[in-house]
């Protein structure tokens, strides 16, 4: 099965939070990367979205006006990976992605994703990794002026930002100098990569040990 390098697969845990979603949808517009998930995803994240927010199948099919990817076959092939997961990393092998982008990386065993040729990422680093000055920009600006209630400046945003995304913060704090990273952030997750691809220049490779934070060294 051929696939392409510009496509990410999008967990149901990241669809439903919608500040890195808006992030990732935006930012990737400027770096041409392909972002798409299944009916399994949206349904899960549907479920765990907050009272209000709208659904992820609302801004599918009425904002991003994009179908959904196909229903990948014989999850149960992944026996490393934790049961619930399964079906998700058998829908990002349907849809042809290369990354599968979640905040659970160490639910995906490291034996299932290599034999498949994909890697799951944590949102906060493939950001950090690929996204570029103006992909930021572009997504920061979005979310001021789209939230109900946001931050009043791009800077304030990136302030935020911080919270959740400490790697995204730092990669980008030369563009918003003197703002502090906010003091209440969350622990971030112990795994944040596991698989085969350099996240930077999305190479296979045969040894994911050879990696630095899922990047090739000459690509850092």
């Known amino acids: 099965m051929a696939r392409s390098t510009r496509t990410i697969f999008l ?6 939070a919608p500040v890195t979603r808006t992030l990732l949808l935006v930012g990737i517009e400027a770096i041409d990367v392909v972002a798409t998930w299944s009916q399994h995803a949206e349904a899960e ?19 991003l006006e994009s179908d959904l990817s196909p229903t990948g076959e014989s999850p ?3 026996t490393g990976t ?19 982008i979640t905040t659970d990386v160490d639910d995906f065993a490291e034996a299932d994703l290599v034999s498949v ?19 930021y920009q572009r997504a920061l600006t979005q979310l001021v002026s789209s939230l109900s209630n946001p931050p ?52 296979s490779i045969k040894r994911p040990e050879s990696l630095t934070l899922g990047c090739h060294r000459e690509c850092l």
Do not use: W
């Open 45 to 63: 994240a549907n479920r765990n979205l907050r009272s209000r927010a709208m659904s992820v199948t609302d801004l599918r099919t009425t904002v």
């Open 117 to 135: 040729k994909i890697a799951a990422v944590n949102p906060d680093l493939f950001m950090a990794s690929r996204f570029t000055d103006a992909a």
């Open 76 to 78: 149960t092939r992944f």
């Open 11 to 16: 967990d149901a845990n990241v669809l439903a």
């Open 82 to 100: 934790t049961g619930a997961d399964r079906q998700i990393l058998a829908d990002a092998i349907a849809a042809e992605a290369v990354f599968l």
């Open 152 to 203: 009043k400046t791009v800077a304030q945003m990136h302030a935020l930002i911080g919270r959740k995304h400490p790697r995204l913060f730092e990669r980008f704090a030369h563009l918003n100098p003197g703002t502090a990273l906010e003091t209440t952030r969350e622990r971030e997750p112990r795994v944040l990569y596991r698989g085969a691809r350099c996240i930077i220049c999305a190479r």
